[in-house]
């Protein structure tokens, strides 16, 4: 138990570290993505010292230390203070964290059921937050669930554990990686819910689109409750033998590589099949441990001290393969190579290891019934999806309205200037709108913290979406509405030589009376330091073809400015700039607006006032909003 929750608390650091590395230590994008790399692995690198100091202090007094700084650095994140404080406090925490795994491994030979039971709490609990804090509840049970998760946690560490036993040092390997595949996929209350979105959502996109959208679940994360309860029946069930230990490798291969595939109608099969996948590795690979591992020399099989530091070692470098993966597979939507790989290749590491360990002849006994445990934390997963999911309502208000206000509005994936999360700012920047574009829009990447941004930002408004990836299932553009909304098509757009994939989302809002409006949202990524001309082109005509003489609003971070070719290419087809009464209006950065890049267009039919810019922090960019005045029918 003591386990499991330093688990969950390590994990909670992570997500305000890993994001903190790109929004504060410096901007993705624009910070070379090498050098947002290097920071983040070197604290990993620093890491390999802990068992050292281990082996010179003592097991006990570096685990109690090492949790009480842990603790305090997770109370302290909990605040958001922002800015360097908040990274400096996420990176003491990381630190406190990785020399509390050393130790802990140093003093346990069997990790596998705290780490899997770690693993299913760490989900629950995010589930319950709502993947950050209810909009129902506030932000009071983030600090009770962290303040308890705490405080259990430094009681269990102040009682003396009993003797490790021999062997466990494959285990512990694997902690890093069967952290990172359940944060990236297997266990995110966040994919989940999207992967529910593209299969059961309330809209259907069009049959001939490449990619396909996702809209508001019906279901919500619920899914995420299956795959909590069969990771942890596997995980704690006992291991199969002969044909059968092959089950668990090949359904977590299955699984990484439909997460591989970037798909998002593929995205529920691979959170099932990598959760009972990763969790039967994890139970394979735990079947040995407590057993001598054979030795060259006579004796150094059973020398306790011998064995201690190899699985101190042998956690921290799993924590270095989670680091190193983790910087590979989000890096390369900065410099283009591609990532499907690493996903594939952590499974691959995983199942080998688990592959290679040999089941002893009696396999260690599991401190936890794994039918009750599995079954308690799926109903638990439940009930908190149930009681976190918020249902949103689109109504026709009676009848077509005269006016509708329209924002558009680049939100980098949830973070203000000061390297906070705060949906509550993004809402209030966007209060009043009755359509809302969306750019930047991350529905659960790790990196980020696997926060559902878009599912939070929709409960604050009351405004049901329609989101379409761009650089894969989980990141992409995004449309909401006070009305209904129909007919949603997208298109990925051409690459030109940018790593960060690029789309056009076509939807059309219904007022009602025969009265609709065409809305195309899109964020243009050309190449630094080009001009998105070809993407700008592109959005442009299939704008046009998709409002087919509806009056149509183009909306997003289109990274142009008037006066260049891209800008040209939207008047070009006959549009309207419907922010030109308010030019000069710079948008980006923030804090010192310099580019005017959020741009609306709009079809001249459809009249144009009160175009402004609203300032803040909220985000890198600033919204754009204009009211516009609708045709009759």
Known sequence: MTLALGVVLLV?????????????????????????????????????????LVRWVGVRPVALVAAVLLVVARLAVNGQPGGLLQLWLATAGLLAGLAWLAAAAAGTARPVPGIALGSAVGAITHTVLDTYRSESFGSWPAWVVAGLVGALFLTGQARSAPPAGPGGARSWLLAGPALLLAGLVALSPAVARTAMSYQFGLLRSDPADEVGVATVPLFGPAPLALAVGGFLLAAL???????????????????????????????LPAVLLTAVGLGACLGTAGAAAGQATPAVHPGAADDPARAARRRGYAVVAGMLVFAVAAVAYY??????????????????????????????????????????????????????AIASDELLSATNRDGPPGTVRVVAYNVRMGFGMDGRFDPDALARAAAGADVVALSEVDRGWLLNGGHDTLDLLAERLDMPYVFAPAADPLWGDAVLSRWPLDAARTRPLPAVGAPTGAQALGITV?????????????????????????????????????????????????????????????????????????????????????????????????????????????????????????PPA
């Open 12 to 52: 909670d650091v992570l997500r305000v570290f890993l994001p903190a590395v790109i929004t504060i230590f410096g901007q993705a994008a624009s910070t070379p993505a090498e050098l947002l790399g290097a920071f983040a692995l070197g604290w990993f690198v620093l890491a390999l010292a802990a068992p050292a």
């Open 237 to 267: 069930a006992a291991p199969r033998r002969g044909a059968w230990r092959w089950l668990g490798p090949a359904a977590l291969l299955c699984g990484a590589v439909l997460f591989a595939v970037k798909r998002g109608e593929l995205l």
């Open 331 to 384: 890096a390369a939507y900065d410099l283009g190579y591609p990532n499907a790989w690493v996903p594939v290749a952590v499974a691959v590491l995983v199942a080998a290891v688990a592959l290679a360990t040999r089941p002893a002849p009696t396999p260690p006994r599991s401190p936890l019934p794994p039918v009750w445990t599995a079954a308690s934390a799926a109903v638990l997963t439940l009930l908190a």
């Open 510 to 630: 219904d007022f009602g009376a025969g009265v609709r409006l065409a809305v195309v949202a899109t964020h243009l990524q050309p190449p630094p330091g080009e001009d998105p001309v070809v993407q700008a082109r592109a959005v442009a005509d299939f704008a046009v073809r998709y409002a087919a003489g509806r009056p149509l609003v183009v909306a997003g971070d289109l990274n142009t400015e008037p006066g260049d070719p891209a800008f040209a290419e939207f008047t070009r087809v006959g549009l309207v700039d419907a922010l030109a009464a308010a030019r000069p209006l710079p948008t980006s950065p923030a804090d010192d607006p310099r580019q005017q890049i959020d741009h609306i267009f709009v079809t001249p039919d459809l009249a144009a006032t009160d175009p402004a810019a609203p300032p803040g922090t909220a985000s890198d960019h600033l919204p754009v909003r204009v009211t516009l005045t609708l």
